[in-house]
């Protein structure tokens, strides 16, 4: 069966009410660089056929609790609701309004992957706010309330019979919490390149998995300055695993930190190299799960980089299904 030529594009004003600050890097404007060029770009269902914009619901704390403890999810309503500027848990900044933009983030993206099982789209990119990768089932850090793209792996398993899902993440930082969540559970393979020495300090090569996990985690730990090993991880050790586990859905966490002229990150990656790994993803959703591939944005905190490299992530996305 044709998939549609339709790539799904979640993004909302809504998520730039969370505000860790003045100062802060993770700040609102990453929304509102995005949408600024993906509009210019014409890559937004007003300018684009190929583009469906998704509207966002509020995740249930039942859908939270798929990834975090219910203890966790309490603490975390119970100190941003009473005014508190940072989680206890870790270095999160909040404000007033971050539990409902984490609750609308997490929500929007399981509303992404509802589209994509319903066949309405092929694809999809979801620029939402906060981050969430960090996140491990008791904590909140690195930025992140809610781990989104671990939720939804988890509801697409329990919702829509998904058996076994790959989540890629390219963003310069390891994805601890995402690593701790399936570390051992062998129905999600969690793959990262991430530079090394660099927050949270996690991601070793060694650490491959544990249980029924074992084998089903693959770390790549790279040096500042790099940019063709992030590739070469991924078309040299990533396509040839996939061959093996077969993945039924393909998730990514789509940090753009990895670019090039990031304040927090040392890559070299180019709007250039996120297109060939956004091409390169596709072409494995398309060779083992009809296409199913949804991107959640992580980190990028150079706006211009950020939404330079986004427009060119979703460029690639609609791209590849305009040729179906």
Known sequence: MKNPLKTGL??????????????????????????????????????????KRIAPRHATADEVRLCHSGDYVRLAETEITRGDKTL?????????????????????????????????????FCAIRPPGHHATPNRGMGFCVFNNIAIAARYAQKNHGVK????????????????????????????????????????RTTDTGAGKGLGFTMN??????????????????????????????????????????DPLGGFKLTDADFAEL????????????????ISVLEGGYNLDGLASAAAAHVRELQKGEAKD
């Open 10 to 51: 979640l993004i909302d004003r809504r998520y730039e009410n969370h505000d860790p600050g003045a100062g802060h890097p993770e700040r609102p404007a990453r929304i509102s660089s995005i949408l600024a060029a993906l509009t210019k770009a014409e890559l937004t269902e007003e300018k684009s056929p190929n583009i």
């Open 88 to 124: 206890s848990t870790g270095d999160t900044n909040v404000c007033a309004a971050s539990l409902e933009t984490a609750y609308l983030a997490t929500g929007g993206v399981l509303e992404t992957v509802d589209t994509l099982f319903r066949g309405e789209i092929a694809n999809a």
């Open 164 to 203: 076994r899902v790959l989540i890629a993440d390219w963003d310069v930082h390891h994805g601890n919490g995402t690593q701790d969540i399936f570390y051992e559970d062998g129905s999600v393979f969690f793959f990262s390149t991430h530079q090394w020495p660099l927050y949270p300090g996690t991601g």
């Open 220 to 261: 790549f730990p790279l040096p500042k300055g790099t940019r063709q090993a992030v590739l070469d991880a991924f078309k040299d050790k990533l396509v040839p695993e996939m061959k093996k586990f077969k993945p039924e859905l393909i998730l990514i966490s789509a940090g753009f930190d990895s670019r090039e002229g």
């Open 278 to 293: 956004t091409r390169l993803m596709l072409d494995m959703a398309q060779e083992h799960c009809s296409g199913r591939l």
